[in-house]
C-alpha cells in the first residue's frame, strides 16, 4: 500500500485542544517553504468539555471504547488500520497509543508528552514507547529527562490570529487581577488566594478570579467563557504549583500564552527558566514559585504607571507572536522533527 498519508495525529482526549493547534502547525510547511504540499490528518476519540469552537475530527468507532491501559493510555483501533498503513509519519500525542496493529517499523513514529500520565509512571510509559519511536516532543521542561527518547522541547502552540490583544485599563483606579484555573489543585490556588485576597481587602486591587479551592466546587465553562474571563482584567495569574502529586511541576502551560496573547500581564511559575532561555530566548513572563514572589510582583505592577503598564502588556503580545505563534511553533516543529521525518 503507498503512502498517500504524510502525516497522521492520533489521540484520545486531546488535553487543551493542543494536538490540534500541532496539526494545524504542520499544515503550515508548505506556507513556510519547506514543503511543496503536505496531506496531514488527525483524528481523536473524545469531544472537549471545554467546548472549542474548533477541533480535531472524532473517529466515531472509537467514541465508546474505553482505554484498555492507562500508562500510556492504549485504546484499542483496528478500524484505523488501513490509515496508518497509507502513513509516513505517525505521531501519537497526550501518551496515547492507538493499537490499530499495523506494522510501524517503517514509519516515523512521535510520541507527544502532555503531563501527568508520563508525570505519575514515566518507567511504563518509556519502556512502552521507546522501542517504537524515533522522536518524543515534550509541552514543557518537567516532562523532559524522564526516559524517553530523542527528546525536543516544543511548548504549546496560541492562534495570535484568533486571539486578539486588549491592552485596555480594566479600572481607572484599581487593576483588575485574575485567576481562572480549570483545577484549582493542580494550578496552586490554595497559595495564591490568601495573597490576592489580601491586597483585596487593602484596597490595592480589584480580585475578578474564583475563590474555590477544589474543582468540584467550581462550575465547568467553556474555552470562549474563559477568554471573556481574561479579557475583563489586567494581570492574570495562572499557577504556582512547585510540586504535584510529588513530583516536580511549577511550569505554565496554555492559561499563560493565552492571556499573554490577549494583552494581559502574566504571573506564573517556572522551575527552568535558565533552559527556556536556552531554547527560546526571551521570557516576558513574571515567574513567582511561592507567595512572596507572587505578592512581590503583584505589588511592583500595582505601581505602574499607566505608559509602562501599557508597554509591558504589549511585550506580552509580542512575546508570544515571536516565540509561540502557530508560524514560530510551525518553525520550530519543523526544525527540531519534521525536517528529520520528512525532508
Known amino acids: 500500500m503507498s503512502c498517500d498519508i504524510d502525516v497522521l495525529i492520533l489521540t484520545y482526549w486531546d488535553w487543551a485542544n493542543t494536538g ?3 496539526w494545524k502547525c504542520i499544515q503550515m510547511f508548505p506556507k513556510l517553504g519547506y514543503l511543496p504540499k503536505i496531506k496531514a490528518l488527525m483524528y481523536k ?5 471545554f467546548q472549542y469552537p474548533e477541533q480535531a475530527p472524532i473517529y466515531h468507532p472509537l467514541h465508546a471504547r474505553r482505554p484498555i491501559a492507562n500508562y500510556p493510555i492504549i485504546v484499542n483501533a483496528p478500524e484505523m488500520k488501513h490509515l496508518v498503513d497509507r502513513a509516513k509519519v505517525v505521531h501519537f500525542t497526550a501518551e496515547t497509543f492507538m493499537d490499530t496493529g499495523a506494522d510501524l517499523s517503517g514509519k516515523y513514529v512521535i510520541a507527544q508528552t502532555s503531563g501527568s500520565t508520563l508525570r505519575n509512571n514515566p518507567r511504563d510509559v518509556s519502556r512502552f514507547f521507546n522501542p517504537i519511536i524515533d522522536k518524543t516532543i515534550a509541552q514543557f521542561p518537567t516532562l523532559l529527562n524522564l526516559g524517553m527518547k530523542n527528546e ?13 490583544p486588549d491592552y485596555r485599563r480594566r479600572d481607572a483606579g484599581k487593576l483588575v487581577v485574575g485567576h481562572f484555573p480549570s483545577t484549582p489543585e493542580s494550578k496552586g490556588t490554595d497559595i495564591i488566594l490568601p495573597v490576592v485576597e489580601r491586597l483585596e481587602r487593602e484596597g490595592k ?10 474543582k468540584g466546587a467550581m462550575p465547568q465553562r467553556n474555552w470562549l467563557d474563559q477568554l471573556d474571563m481574561y479579557r475583563q482584567c489586567d494581570v492574570i495569574i495562572e499557577t504556582i504549583k512547585p510540586e504535584l ?7 505554565w502551560g496554555n492559561t499563560a500564552l493565552e492571556a499573554s496573547a490577549m494583552g494581559k500581564i502574566v504571573i506564573t511559575n517556572s522551575l527552568n527558566v535558565d533552559l527556556y532561555h536556552r531554547e527560546y530566548g526571551d521570557l516576558a513572563l513574571r515567574i513567582a514559585n511561592d ?22 502588556k504589549t511585550q506580552m503580545r509580542g512575546w508570544v507572536e515571536r516565540n509561540h505563534s502557530m508560524e514560530a511553533t510551525a518553525e520550530r516543529l519543523w526544525q527540531k522533527v519534521y525536517k528529520e521525518a520528512l525532508a
Do not use: K
Request: hydrophobic share 40%; net charge negative.
Open 20 to 22: 490540534y493547534r500541532f
Open 205 to 214: 486591587i480589584i480580585y475578578a478570579g474564583v475563590r474555590e479551592t477544589s
Open 45 to 49: 476519540g473524545q469531544p472537549h468539555a
Open 291 to 312: 507567595a512572596g514572589a507572587l505578592e512581590d510582583h503583584l505589588e511592583q505592577v500595582i505601581a505602574l504607571e499607566d505608559d509602562d503598564l501599557l508597554r509591558e
Open 152 to 164: 525536543v522541547l516544543i511548548y504549546y502552540p496560541v492562534d495570535t490570529d484568533y486571539i486578539l
Open 245 to 251: 502529586n510529588g513530583s516536580p511541576f511549577g511550569e
